[in-house]
């Protein structure tokens, strides 16, 4: 069964920002790619979002009342019913308990709440920031509170980036990134520093938000500094920018979960109340350096941080492992489980998958059901395993648990315009019916990925248990075959049209 709609309402300008629609767009993204259709519902932002988000196939609805109002919330809850959406999301400081209680008789309420202040009115709390203070407010009602950068929202085109760093000994290259509005004009003091004579050979990217109202103001600054600085405009290519940079330096909003992904050593400045604690914490964490509030921060301050940092790669080394063992990119999925209920989810094969998914291939009971009995050489698993890993024609999963634990893998091996499946199962899961859950979840996801007409399964006529699985993920008897000297069952999958 697909999730069905998602609602999601959050709004963006000049003083709240952008970043409270571009999380719930990774929340979106992660929903329909399980097969949901997320809707945005917006009061104000729209037309600084509405094409972004109708670009990824996402409905936009502009609300005819204020933010945050009594008609608001009417509005929305119409529109939750009208939908028939089984969630909606809130992303924003200004809706408060009175707010949510008026709509959360139309669906379930998941509150993306940086400040923990919204728990007694959510059936789920998501706090992508660690669990600073002590969050309150859960007493007469069961929460499901979902805290720490584990569940950090990422949008997919980070997912698919490049993480990997090569450190130079001194580096050259800046990012700064301010957030989408940057009300102080932060960036002006950045692009002082920037000037300053201990960084001659930087080489910086500004990138401006769209509700950034200081642009004019920037590039003429640019123009008659001579610094090798160059500004983007609400740019496309942020995960490039991140994977290219030396250094960066950030306001301490939720970028900093993207960029602890893609390994950037960063510099935070504060430009809002409700980042001071964040911050603070990820400099506790050697992750991140923490130069203060915005408006106690001089050119020379940023100059020297900078200046320190691009010639120590040690601390830069330090600091790219640290922030990323605190965000996988997994989050978004892991909110997903919990708001369906789903038993899996999917993550690519990585590298440490090697050692396990030979154990799996060797169990007994798994080289019975294959069409190749005989067990497998750990010599020649490495090779088949580092070929799969570096063939662009394989796509290959593991199902993991809400525990994180892996369950079984699932492969595709493309040719043409179809495509042939291959799962297994740990074999201390087996019996658990996870198959057929993995089965459908792998390719939903593979054709989303892939073009792909049909997707082929051979099964033995024993392995009753498997047949089930794939007749249960939707698979159907197409023919009786042979598979090198076995009998088979040829099983296909249609791809929608």
Request: glycine fraction near 6%; proline fraction near 4%; aromatic fraction near 6%.
């Amino acid at each position: 069964m697909t999730p069905g709609r998602l609602v999601l309402r959050a709004d963006a300008d000049v003083s709240i920002g952008t970043g409270h629609v571009m999380r719930c767009l990774a929340l979106a993204q992660a929903w329909s790619d399980i097969g949901g259709v997320p809707i945005f519902v917006m009061s104000r932002g729209g037309d600084l979002f509405g094409e972004r988000l109708r670009e990824e196939g996402f409905d936009v609805v502009s609300l005819k009342n204020g933010p945050a109002t009594a008609a608001d919330a009417s509005e929305t809850a119409s529109l939750v019913r009208d939908a028939a959406a089984p969630w909606l999301v809130i992303d924003g400081y200004q809706f408060d308990s009175a707010y949510l209680d008026q709509v959360r008789a139309r669906a379930r309420i998941l509150v993306i709440d940086d400040l923990g202040q919204a728990a007694p009115c959510a059936d789920i709390l998501l706090n992508q920031n660690p669990a600073i203070r002590h969050l309150t407010g859960s007493q007469n009602r069961d929460v499901l509170w979902l805290v720490g950068p584990r569940y950090a929202l990422l949008r997919r085109e980070f997912l698919g980036a490049p993480f990997r760093r090569e450190l130079t000994a001194i580096g050259t290259n800046v990012l700064v990134t301010l957030g989408g509005a940057d009300p102080p004009n932060m960036a002006a003091k950045i692009l002082d520093a920037l000037c300053d004579g201990r960084l001659q050979q930087v080489q910086a990217t500004i990138v401006v938000g769209a509700a950034n109202r200081h642009i004019s103001s920037l590039i003429k600054t640019i123009e008659r500094s001579g610094c090798a600085v160059r500004l983007e405009h609400n740019t496309a290519r942020m995960p490039e920018l991140m994977a290219s940079a030396d250094v960066a330096v950030a306001a301490a909003g939720s970028t900093v979960w993207e960029l602890a992904f893609m390994g950037v050593p960063s510099i935070l400045v504060i430009i809002a109340e409700n980042q001071r604690e964040l911050a603070a914490w990820l400099e506790t964490q050697g992750a991140m350096i923490n130069l203060g509030w915005h408006a106690e921060i001089e050119p020379a301050d940023v100059a020297a941080a900078l200046a320190d940092l691009l010639v120590s790669v040690d601390r830069r080394r330090t600091m790219t492992e640290r922030c990323r063992r605190l965000v996988d990119g997994h989050g978004s999925d892991r909110v997903v489980m919990h708001m369906t209920g789903q038993a899996l989810r999917l993550r690519p094969v990585i590298q440490d998958d090697c050692e396990m998914l030979w154990q799996w291939a060797n169990d007994p009971e798994t080289r019975r059901a294959s069409f190749e009995q005989h067990a497998i050489p750990w010599v020649d698993h490495v090779k088949w395993f580092d070929k799969r890993m570096r063939d662009s024609a394989s796509h290959f999963y593991v199902a993991v648990d809400l525990n994180e634990s892996a369950v079984g893998q699932a492969r595709f091996d493309v040719a043409g315009d179809e495509a042939t499946i291959s799962v297994s199962v740990d074999p201390r899961t087996r019996g658990g019916g996870y198959g057929s859950t993995m089965i459908r979840l792998a390719t939903a996801r593979f054709l989303r990925a892939a073009h792909a007409r049909r997707i082929n399964a051979f099964v033995k006529p024993s392995n009753a248990p498997s047949l089930r699985a794939f007749q249960k993920a939707d698979f159907r008897i197409f023919k009786t075959t042979r598979v090198d000297t076995n009998d088979a069952i040829h099983l296909v999958l249609e791809a929608p049209r």
